[in-house]
């Protein structure tokens, strides 16, 4: 219901109650002993807010040197020398080579697997030629 729909005696009802919640929640205040009395709602609100979470100083400056440690290795990667070496020989080829490995078939291996495939087609061109002469 929106406030614009409202009649005066509407108005003026919500006013009242308004005022009678307002009153309660001081009453309420004075027994607690002053305490502010929050609603659990509302302090979950305020748990979840955006920021709430901070890392402290060590962490922030741990983070920071090993992304700087990452970035240098890229970099190092990119124009072929070292500024920080990696620890230790694979390391090092795989960042000298590059991340992405093409294949990992040999030359024999592709071709045993060609010669297996000519014979595959072989049978199976040889099975549809005895197949089409049978019927």
Known sequence: MSLNNLTLEQLKEAISIKEEISTLERRLTAVLGGAKATTPSVEAAKA?????????????A??????????????AA?????????????????????????????????AKLAASMKARWAARKKAAASSASAK
């Open 48 to 60: 979840k807010t955006k920021g709430s979470f901070k890392r402290s100083a060590e962490t922030v």
């Open 62 to 75: 741990r983070m920071k040197a090993s992304q700087q440690a990452r970035w240098a290795k890229i970099r």
């Open 78 to 110: 990119k124009s072929g020398t070292s500024s920080s070496a990696p620890a230790n020989k694979s390391a090092a080829k795989s960042s000298a080579k590059g991340s992405k490995r093409k294949s990992g078939l040999t030359p024999e291996g592709r």
